[in-house]
């Protein structure tokens, strides 16, 4: 029997091997049939929220799973093949799980998976089916975020990527979905990936997902805000300026826009404060 390890959410891992017969891995968007026994966790297995560990033999999508455990899981699925058991064990750090579960995570189990119906290739799907596929993964992902928790807030972005993943698989020759109604999908993605960031105070990653939002829609209130924001704690104090008064044009009256002007204004009065005395001292 085949063990799989799936550390974090990224990190795959396997020893031993699983004789060809014939049957290729699935792939996203397969429906598949999970039974898992043997579950021994070092946490509560209902406080985990888990789709898979409920113990129910039904049909799911592989790439809809939503708690951060089903999607180490379902990493772990993804190097099966039909019909197959492996001893699957997941470990996951208590930091994914600050909202109450700060524990780290360890679960091992005995996994059998049936593949009910294979997913189609990517060259085999429609613009139109690939767009849906963007826009659910995308719908789930503003659910989740709209749960306000910090667990749902990282399984959101990862579906916002996720999204933006398929929407990059759409060239200029679609006819099924409009390019405009296509890039406001994709610019909402990289909207809320920067509101994620900005939350996890990476500002960085903020400045680069609400440039590329920027590049498309320049007056963007929304990026052009969350940048200003990021570019302020950054200490890069000019280009957070120039965005806020581009915003501020378009919508005078906007309170957090105002709001974060003041906190620059200070920010900005304090380093012309100290470079002044950093000056005096030199020179007296």
Known sequence: MKKITVSG??????????PYAGYARPQETSKICVN???INCTSEVVSLDSQYLSLENKEYVLGEAVSLVDLALEK??????????????????????CDGLMDNVSLTAKV???VKEPAKSVFDLTCADIFAIAVKYKNIGVDLYREGTSVKHLSAY???????KWLAMIGQEDTNNSLEEIKAIKMQCYNNVALYH?????????VTSTTKV???ESTNIKALYRRAVANTELQNYEEAESDLKLALTMDPHNVPIKKQQEVLKKRQ??????????MKKLFS
């Open 214 to 216: 920027l590049e498309v």
């Open 158 to 164: 990862l579906f916002f990527c996720k999204a933006v």
């Open 198 to 206: 900005l939350n996890k105070k990476h500002y960085s990653l903020v």
């Open 76 to 97: 772990a699925f993804s190097v099966m093949v039909h019909d197959e058991v492996a001893c699957v064990v997941v470990n996951l750090p208590g930091g994914y799980f």
């Open 112 to 114: 059998h998976l049936e």
């Open 269 to 278: 009065k304090a380093v012309s404060e100290k470079y002044a005395a950093a």
């Open 36 to 38: 898992i026994t043997d």
């Open 9 to 18: 959410l990224l990190e795959v891992s396997f020893e031993g091997h699983y």
